[in-house]
């Protein structure tokens, strides 16, 4: 797990001017943001800002979450967008599909974008969570992410509730079946604590989840550190390698082949 591939940083599409912060920030990917973090009133301007910075050409590809299907700039989202597709834009590496609970809608933008744009279906819905396996056998879905602060809106439960967990547990495990990427976990709450939201990025990824969403660049070094291992699990991992040959300890603990093959994974980070 490389740490550029484990934070998806958001900005505002109503905001150009930050865009190539957004940029220069050090996340793994950048999403400009369509849907929520514009307001209706800027969705026309919003849409105009997007085209015009893709098409005089970014230091970076990026990702775009688009208005959901159910909405009034769906169509209008994936028109524009497929006509940069068709003239060779190459600008744009992904898309954000929130609200996804349709394998339908899957395809309809695989479709109008072509093969090599990566398609992401956010979570955000007790519907989208029960149609994950479906929707993840998709031929079209590249990778899950979830939004947990519409989840939780839709469940009645807190954010931080068993509940939650149970929805990334679900999708952790219908991606692995599907041969997909480990989902990508929800933004941290907080924009400046540091040193929780290092926890919980550790806690998600020890749940199996192994990027993160953020709406801040003040969030994206406890992200990194949170996914990454730790000084002391590289040189278990070592300790480990270093008896590697049939079952033996290592500090009191018992090792065989997963013990091995475990710290052959830790140690691919370095």
């Known amino acids: 797990m490389l740490q550029s591939s484990i934070s998806y940083l958001f900005v505002p599409a109503s905001r150009p001017e930050r865009f190539a912060k957004a940029l220069a920030a050090g996340a793994g990917q950048v999403i400009i943001d369509l849907e929520d973090a514009v307001a209706v009133e800027d969705k026309d301007t919003s849409l105009a800002h997007l085209i015009e ?5 970014l230091d970076t590809p990026v990702h775009v979450r688009i208005n959901a299907a159910d909405s009034p700039w769906f169509n209008r989202d994936i028109a524009a967008l497929a006509a940069l597709t068709a ?4 600008g744009l590496s992904g898309v954000i599909i929130p609200k996804a609970e349709d394998a339908a809608v899957l395809a309809e933008v695989r479709t109008a974008l072509g093969g090599d744009i990566e398609l992401i279906a956010l979570v955000e819905s007790a519907l989208g969570v029960s149609r994950a396996r479906e929707l993840a056998q998709s031929p079209e879905l590249s990778r899950f992410a979830v939004g947990a602060v519409d989840l939780s809106f839709d469940l009645d439960v807190e954010i931080s509730s068993s509940t ?7 999708l952790v495990v219908e991606s692995r079946l599907a041969g997909l990427p480990a989902p990508i ?12 939201n ?32 730790t000084a002391e699990q590289f040189a278990w991992a070592r300790n480990v390698l270093a008896a590697e040959g049939g079952a033996s300890q290592v500090g009191g ?3 065989d082949k997963p013990v091995q093959d475990r710290a052959r994974r830790i140690l691919s980070h370095e």
């Open 53 to 57: 910075a893709l098409n005089d050409g």
């Open 87 to 90: 003239q060779g834009s190459a």
């Open 253 to 255: 603990q018992m090792v």
């Open 185 to 196: 976990a929800s933004p941290p709450l907080s924009l400046h604590d540091t040193e929780g």
């Open 164 to 170: 939650i967990d149970y929805a990334y547990a679900a």
């Open 198 to 229: 290092e926890i919980d990025a550790r806690r998600l990824r020890g749940m199996g989840l192994t990027a993160q969403l953020c709406i801040h660049p003040a969030q994206l070094a406890p992200i990194h550190a949170g996914f990454l291992p």
